[in-house]
């Protein structure tokens, strides 16, 4: 019933390294496919998100890289910090059923200085 | 602007008893998500309501749990009797569905359960 695949489940990267994060989905309806950061005892906050009409999206240090015909897309971290240890999640909705959200298992990104 | 409220924080209760959290979405949002985070199972929709309505409680997983929207800024979550695998962490968010594109949805702080 998994509709939203996520790997790795776990991440160790050096400071300044680049992190990425890959997930694949099945369903060809889902039309926004967002990425959640979570830190320990806080609920999942938006970081970046894509639609399906573009192939990449920027924002500071994080990218997000869109193929739609390989119902794939990753998040890239440049220049990875201390501060963005954290888990990650992948997810994706549709407008056509209701914005109901699919999330991947998450990856645990650990940042070494 | 205040985000999505969540109480109680923290709930620790004994096998068999009710338990209710409550949830008030941003304000001006128009669907209200319930979700369950165990380390086992990842993130979990419950259910989920569309200008007050449930659309979809396939999520829920028995009939002890409940879920209510009396209005636009206000649901509840119920567990009656609760259980020991009912400890998890449980989580309110909110979006604007207007019918067009899909949207962000906001987490609340969350309600860590922990039932004895």
């Known amino acids: 019933q998994q509709q939203v695949k996520q790997s790795p489940q776990s991440l160790i990267v050096q400071k300044g390294g680049i992190s990425i994060i890959n997930c694949a989905y099945e369903n060809t309806a889902f039309d926004y496919f967002p990425w959640y950061q979570q830190f320990p005892g806080k609920g999942p906050a938006l970081l970046i998100a894509?639609?399906?009409?573009?192939s990449e999206k920027k924002e500071g240090r994080f990218t997000i890289s869109f193929n739609k015909s390989a119902k794939q897309f990753s998040l890239h971290i440049m220049d990875s910090q201390p501060g963005d240890s954290a888990t990650y999640f992948c997810a994706a909705s549709s407008s056509y059923n209701n914005n109901d959200m699919r999330f991947g298992a998450g990856t645990r990104l650990t940042v070494k200085p | 602007d205040a985000g999505v409220i969540q109480s109680p924080r923290h709930e620790v209760t004994e096998m068999g008893q009710e338990v209710t959290l409550r949830c008030k979405p941003i304000s001006g949002h128009n669907s209200l998500f319930w979700y369950r985070q165990t380390m086992m199972r990842g993130l979990e929709l419950l259910i989920y309501f569309n200008n007050n309505v449930p659309i979809d409680d396939s999520g829920m997983p028995e009939d002890r749990f409940s879920a209510k929207m009396p209005n636009a800024s206000f649901s509840t979550l119920k567990i009656q009797p609760s259980e020991p695998r009912d400890s998890a962490v449980y989580f309110c968010?909110?979006?604007?569905?207007?019918?067009?594109?899909?949207?962000?949805?906001?987490f609340g702080p969350g309600t860590r359960l922990t039932v004895l």
């Open positions: 894509i639609r399906p009409d573009v």
């Open positions: 968010a909110s979006s604007l569905f207007s019918g067009g594109l899909a949207d962000t949805q906001y």
